[in-house]
């Protein structure tokens, strides 16, 4: 009795345990139909996830092969966990393929998708100078970022040799339109109005301390004179990595938050600069984003007589 009673135990673990591996391999699967459709809906939105993806595009097709083929009886059988399994591969397959095609025709239009960008840029900027708009260089500005994700897309796609000449017809767009952003915040320095502290959370002076020391390590000329907090919102962003040991996505999370960082520029003049907190809680850890000084991030200037 006691024998039987084991065996009748252990089998209904071994059932238990059979189920728990396919409702895991489910998930694994339906997790990477989604990383792939959210990359083919904007492969320029996160570049280094289309790029992981793209990397580990040969491992993901011969790891989903592997499990259709492990489960071919279960398919076959046509049982509820069988269709399950053969609708998350199916799913799977089509996200790739059109994740290949996306890939594809990137190719294909970039040059012309990345010209059309810097010629919106200096088409804006041009008239935002024209109109004395003193946010009218926030479009431009976005259509430079749009350039630049291009840029970095195409060095991890084709290689040094295809961006290079994207990187230098960048450079000069960027530098054409920090001049006109200057000519803009020289005639519009008295309307700028100081940032105002927004953050609440209890780790606000270390946050600005962090701050603080990658700006001085990085522009060490600069006379810092402060940080601002403006906004209480974290931006959060999910990314996903293959990870080929355990042939799964890892996922990677990361939270934003804005700060402004005020500068002296001579005896009369202050420089605003954006600044980031980056924030890795899988890691529990944080960074400062400090490179901010070209023309794609927002810059003003501002009476020194203005600032508390």
């Known amino acids: 009795m006691r024998i039987v009673l084991f065996l009748v135990v252990m089998l209904g673990l071994a059932v238990g345990s ?47 092969d592997d499990l259709k083929a492990q489960h071919k009886a279960e398919i076959d059988k046509k ?45 804006i900027s041009d008239q935002a100078v024209k109109s004395k ?29 295809k961006a290079a000449p994207l990187a230098q017809s960048l450079k000069s767009a960027r530098e054409a339109i920090a001049r006109k952003d200057a000519e803009l915040q020289a005639l519009g320095a008295g309307m700028t109005k100081a940032p105002e502290e927004a953050y609440q959370g209890d780790d606000a002076a270390k946050l600005k301390e962090l701050i603080r020391t990658e700006w001085k390590k990085t522009y060490p000329d600069d006379e810092l004179l402060a940080v601002v907090l403006h906004s209480n919102t974290w931006q959060r962003t999910i990314r996903f990595t293959w990870d080929k040991g355990n042939k799964e996505w890892g996922v990677g999370d990361t939270m934003v938050l ?51």
């Open 79 to 123: 049982s509820e966990t069988g269709r399950k399994l053969e609708a998350a591969y199916a799913a799977l397959l089509r996200e790739v393929n059109l994740f290949v095609k996306k890939r594809e025709s990137f190719e294909k239009s970039y040059q012309r998708d990345f010209d059309q960008a810097l010629q919106r840029a200096e088409k």
């Open 18 to 64: 059979r189920a728990d591996e396919i409702d895991n391999e489910l998930a694994k699967m339906q997790a990477t139909s989604k990383a792939f459709a959210a990359a083919t809906k904007n492969m320029l939105d996160d570049v280094e996830s289309t790029v992981a993806l793209l990397q580990g595009l040969p491992e993901v097709a011969k790891w989903a």
């Open 258 to 308: 804005p700060a402004r960082v005020i500068v002296k520029k001579d005896d009369a003049t202050a420089r605003i600069f954006m600044a980031y907190i980056n924030r890795h809680p899988l890691q529990n850890s944080q960074s400062a984003g400090v490179k901010t000084k070209n023309s794609e991030y927002v810059q003003e200037e501002i009476p020194l007589s203005k600032l508390k």
């Open 133 to 161: 708009s003193l946010n009218g260089l926030e479009a431009a500005r976005t259509e430079l970022g749009k350039a630049r994700k291009t840029t970095e897309f195409v060095l991890a796609l084709l290689g040094r040799e």
